[in-house]
């Protein structure tokens, strides 16, 4: 089952913030997040790991509750160049599930000068 | 320049012409991936490779086949296209199955009439 992503869109001015979550029913191991301009590829933004280690983008945080099973992205000062789809992917806990990944259905970013 | 190659990037074809999408990555990445997009469901991932002759399902793998005989080839194949598999497909590759960052190639969009 895919993780749920909320909101689905969010339009901002430029310098405001913005927070995107992603909720999975499963316990997960990772967290990835990906962004994706029109008739471009997802770009990487950010991994969080159980355990508490992340990877990613210098102007951009995240959070991981491993409890809940739910990521949240921080959009902070937010720049035109911030505007895309922003997708969470999420990999489970499980050895069976070591490589699959599941996508959100994404949330559509605008910001606007 | 490190880099994952998709061909073709568009192609139009006939219900059951079998046909067969390439995907090389030139960064010695042991996983490789494939996904499909489609408006309003995000990626869905169709097949992952963890390394050569290793290939698993992903959650909708129908009516496709993969192989990796080769570190660096990952290919897609339709053998019989169907219009239900018109879509955006997204190869992507990573150092290992988690905790790295997916670097996806530019995609390659299928319309099967």
């Known amino acids: 089952q895919q993780p749920v992503q909320s909101p689905q869109a969010v339009i901002l001015r430029e310098g405001e913030d913005a927070v995107i979550n992603c909720s999975s029913s499963?316990?997960?191991?990772?967290v990835h997040w990906y962004r994706q301009k029109h008739g471009e590829a997802p770009v990487f933004l950010m991994i969080?790991?159980?355990?508490?280690e992340q990877k990613g983008h210098e102007k951009i945080s995240a959070s991981f509750n491993e409890k809940k099973q739910q990521s949240s992205l921080y959009l902070t000062a937010s720049q035109l160049s911030y505007s895309g789809t922003y997708f969470c992917?999420?990999?489970?806990?499980?050895?069976?599930?070591?490589?699959?990944?599941?996508f959100g259905a994404g949330t559509q970013v605008v910001v606007t000068p | 320049e490190a880099q994952v190659t998709q061909n073709p990037r568009y192609l139009i074809t006939v219900t059951g012409k079998k046909l067969t999408v390439t995907c090389s990555q030139n960064?010695?990445?042991?996983?490789m991936s494939w996904y499909r997009q489609d408006p309003g469901l995000g990626l869905r991932q169709i097949y992952y490779?963890?390394?050569?002759?290793?290939?698993d399902k992903g959650d909708v793998p129908e009516g496709y086949k993969v192989s990796r005989k080769e570190k660096r080839n990952f290919p897609l194949i339709l053998e019989s296209p169907s219009p239900n598999q018109t879509s955006l497909y997204f190869c992507?590759?990573?150092?290992?199955?988690?905790?790295?960052?997916?670097?996806f190639g530019p995609g390659t969009r299928l319309t099967v009439t």
């Open positions: 490779s963890m390394n050569v002759e290793v290939t």
């Open positions: 499963k316990a997960l191991y990772s």
């Open positions: 992917g999420t990999e489970k806990g499980t050895t069976d599930s070591w490589g699959k990944f599941q």
């Open positions: 960064m010695n990445h042991e996983y």
């Open positions: 969080l790991l159980k355990g508490g």
């Open positions: 992507a590759s990573s150092l290992s199955r988690t905790g790295n960052e997916q670097y």
